[in-house]
């Protein structure tokens, strides 16, 4: 017998699902909906990592650093390549990497957990 699973989300989750959606059909992120997906689980270091990726990509405006960082995870070959991508060229912790490719990438999450040695 078949099991099914209903789950429901809420107007923000559907929102960063939304987001996810249009990154992978648009393959870009505007600055603003990058800080939802920061603001949903990382509100009190948000403003940390928006620095952080002003200052590595030495653009103006966020919108422009955003843009490289959605370039370089478009670019990036595979799962782990997009996990070393956001880890080591953007600085952003294990748990903050895994959970923004799980929002723009949901169908691997599970292998960001695996290379994560969390499963």
Do not use: N
């Amino acid at each position: 017998m078949k099991t099914t699973i209903c789950i429901t989300f809420t107007t923000d989750e559907t929102h960063l699902l939304e987001i996810g959606t249009r990154f992978r059909e648009r393959g870009k992120i505007s600055g603003d909906e990058f800080l939802s997906l920061l603001d949903w689980k990382f509100r009190r270091t948000k403003d940390i990592y928006q620095s952080r990726i002003l200052r590595l990509a030495r653009t103006g405006s966020f919108d422009d650093a955003v843009s490289k960082l959605a370039s370089c995870l478009r670019r990036a070959p595979g799962t782990k390549a997009r996990l070393d991508v956001l880890t080591e060229c953007w600085g952003f912790p294990l748990q903050a990497a895994r959970l923004l490719l799980a929002l723009l990438y949901p169908s691997i999450s599970t292998e960001y957990k695996l290379l994560a040695g969390v499963v």
